[in-house]
């Protein structure tokens, strides 16, 4: 049988996110993620969080009430997103770029509002 997983994360389990997933079992087969940061102040992600989530197809670190700030710090950037990733949302991504190995062949929706992209990617990506 097979298990598709959706992590819904809630205050009570952001603690998780400030480590890197790859501790994590089963973490090969998380597609999604959707993290609502409303009632965080800060979070500190390291550069490889989403390095052994192969499958992760839907991406999502937003703020369900307007006004309020949450700042994802990623102080060794980050250097893995799926290449499964077909819906990337994430209000106030914190760099100035994504990671350069990312290859968005398959991304259909980018939201970054908020974020501090100055462009996409460093390099050429071929789709």
Same mark, same amino acid.
């Not at 598709?4 to 992590?7: H, R």
């Not at 999604?32 to 965080?40: A, C, E, N, R, S």
């Not at 499958?55 to 670190?61: A, D, N």
């Not at 990312?102 to 908020?114: G, Y």
């Given at each position: 049988m097979q298990c @598709?997983?959706?992590?819904l994360v809630s205050l009570k389990s952001y603690l998780k996110l400030c480590?890197?997933?790859? #501790?994590?079992? %089963?973490? #090969?087969k998380v597609e %999604?993620?959707? $993290?609502?940061?409303?009632?965080? +102040? !800060?979070? !500190?992600?390291t550069s490889t969080a989403l390095e052994r989530m192969y499958? &992760? +197809? =839907?991406?999502?670190?937003y @703020?369900?009430?307007a006004g309020v700030k949450c700042r994802?710090?990623?102080? +060794? #950037? $980050?250097?893995? &997103?799926? !290449?499964e990733l077909r819906?990337?949302?994430w209000d106030g991504y914190p760099l100035t770029s994504l990671p350069s190995k990312?290859?968005?062949? @398959?991304?259909? !929706? =980018?939201? $970054?509002?908020?974020s501090k992209v100055k462009q996409l990617w460093r390099g050429q990506q071929v789709f």
């Open positions: @598709n997983m959706v992590v480590f890197s997933f790859t #501790g994590f079992q %089963g973490t #090969g %999604g993620i959707f $993290l609502d940061v409303t009632k965080i +102040r !800060e979070i !500190e992600l499958k &992760l +197809r =839907l991406l999502k670190i @703020n369900s009430e994802v710090h990623l102080p +060794r #950037g $980050l250097e893995y &997103l799926s !290449e819906y990337l949302h990312f290859c968005p062949q @398959n991304l259909v !929706e =980018l939201s $970054l509002s908020s």
